[in-house]
């Protein structure tokens, strides 16, 4: 499987890697992360470079069990769990769609807290990489079409250039004892903690389909 779209094949996004110095490490995370997303989308590839920026604040490696929070749930929560290892899966990875491009990375701890690395995208110092600065900005003025690729050199270009960092105290769930209850509506079982007053989300506030057959 080709890390590309139609508009960037394979081939085409590393000679755009290795023409912007992109240190071999990063590259291969880089390209590792467009195949997982299923295409090099902008926001995957800057994600890129946010956690490998917060992993060396940090001074942990994937190797060490690492807690991620995403704030938005756009492209950018592929890069975590590509590099720094944390999915939904293995409850590492939380998602809160507030819609800003920031990420933030914590070790574990056994405490209700944690001090942990939190990475945006600098709006000031997006000013200084105009293409950049037109697809973050949603401009109609960014045709897809034709300023893909340039969009792609100067992301490669600026890296960290357009990040900045704040050291943040997050407050840390553990693990819950928990129980199984019946739900009364669907006669299907779930964590009592997820019971909206006698009955599950699914048939409740978290609904999301109708049976059919």
């Keep these: 499987m080709t890390p590309g779209s139609p508009r960037t094949p394979y081939h085409e996004l590393t000679a755009r890697l290795d023409s912007c110095n992109v240190p071999p490490q990063l590259k291969d995370q880089i390209l590792k992360c467009a195949q997982f997303h299923t295409s090099p ?12 920026y917060a992993m060396e604040l940090l001074g942990l490696t994937a190797d060490e069990k690492l807690f991620g929070v995403c704030e938005t749930p756009k492209c950018l929560p592929d890069a975590l769990q590509v590099i720094a290892r944390c999915t939904t899966g293995n409850n590492r990875l939380k998602v809160v769609p507030i819609g800003k491009f920031a990420i933030t990375l914590n070790a574990a701890t056994n405490g209700f807290t ?57 407050r840390v769930a553990g693990k819950r004892k928990w129980k199984p209850v019946t739900c009364p509506g669907c006669g299907e079982t779930v964590p009592d903690y997820l019971i909206e007053g006698d009955h599950c989300g699914a048939c409740g506030s978290m609904k999301y389909y109708e049976t059919i057959g």
């Design 41 to 52: 989308a902008p926001g995957v590839l800057i994600g890129a470079f946010m956690v490998d």
């Design 114 to 170: 944690a001090d942990a690395i939190r990475v945006y995208v600098d709006l000031k110092k997006l000013k200084k990489f105009p293409i950049i600065d037109m697809w973050y900005a949603n401009s109609p003025d960014y045709d897809k079409k034709t300023m893909d690729g340039k969009l792609q050199t100067e992301i490669f270009r600026a890296g960290r250039k357009i990040l900045s960092s704040e050291r943040v105290r997050i």
